[in-house]
């Protein structure tokens, strides 16, 4: 695809349900970044993937939030036994390559309810 | 840890008129890349304009321009012209420069609006 695709687009869940959010990043791009952004506030970091491997994890709230990247390229964050504090939009992003000048496109985000 | 700090949450200007957004950031790195990002209501975060923090020269891009003060840690940007579709979310975002991808530090953002 031509960007950076997320789905679904809006998700409502009960509290302690599981989510799964999926993101696909550009063909080939090499890093892959995720980012919560609560309600009024700014994108905060999550996690990041070179390929397949998960480098940095240290943005996770908690042991319910897992991301994977099994093969490099789509990416799934799963949150376990939601709470109401998760709500918010969850942000993908990808790059080319692992270089820090290499510009981040960013998906369009999935809106997490947790009711 | 790096910080950016946005301190207007909503800022107006009339269309074909000029606006500044402020932000200042605090880090102990000398080396860093500082960036304006646009959030429509899309939620899309799209790239209005980057700074490398060794390049003494602001950055420009059409209407689009920023004022880039390193030792006082301040990086505003200046929106010229305005028209109707700048009205968005602003964020400024600091990023280390770092050897590989390094996550960026985001602001809690300025919310601008266009007014006829």
């Known amino acids: 695809g031509a960007g950076v695709s997320q789905s679904p687009r809006y998700k409502v869940a009960k509290r302690g349900q599981d989510v799964a959010l999926r993101c696909d990043p550009i063909s080939g791009h090499v890093s892959l970044f995720w980012y919560q952004q609560a309600l009024g506030q700014g994108p905060e970091f999550l996690t990041y993937?070179?390929?397949?491997?998960?480098?940095?994890k240290s943005g996770l709230p908690s042991d319910r939030f897992f991301a994977e990247r099994p093969e490099g390229s789509v990416s799934t964050l799963k949150i376990q036994r939601t709470q109401q504090e998760d709500s918010a939009v969850y942000l993908c992003a990808s790059s080319s390559d692992r270089a820090y000048n290499s510009p981040l496109h960013f998906g369009n985000g999935t809106r997490l309810t947790v009711t | 840890a790096q910080t950016v700090t946005q301190s207007q949450p909503e800022m107006s200007v009339q269309e074909a008129e000029t606006v500044t957004l402020s932000c200042t950031y605090d880090t102990s790195e000398s080396d860093y890349y500082l960036f304006w990002y646009k959030q429509p209501p899309s939620r899309q975060m799209i790239l209005v304009i980057r700074?490398?923090?060794?390049?003494?020269q602001n950055a420009t891009e059409n209407r689009f321009s920023v004022n880039f003060q390193k030792a006082a840690k301040s990086f505003s940007l200046k929106i010229s012209d305005s028209q109707l579709g700048d009205a968005a979310m602003y964020f400024c975002a600091y990023r280390r420069r770092a050897g590989t991808a390094s996550k960026l530090t985001f602001g809690t953002g300025t919310r601008l609006q266009v007014t006829l």
């Open positions: 700074q490398e923090a060794y390049k003494q």
């Open positions: 993937f070179q390929n397949e491997a998960q480098l940095d």
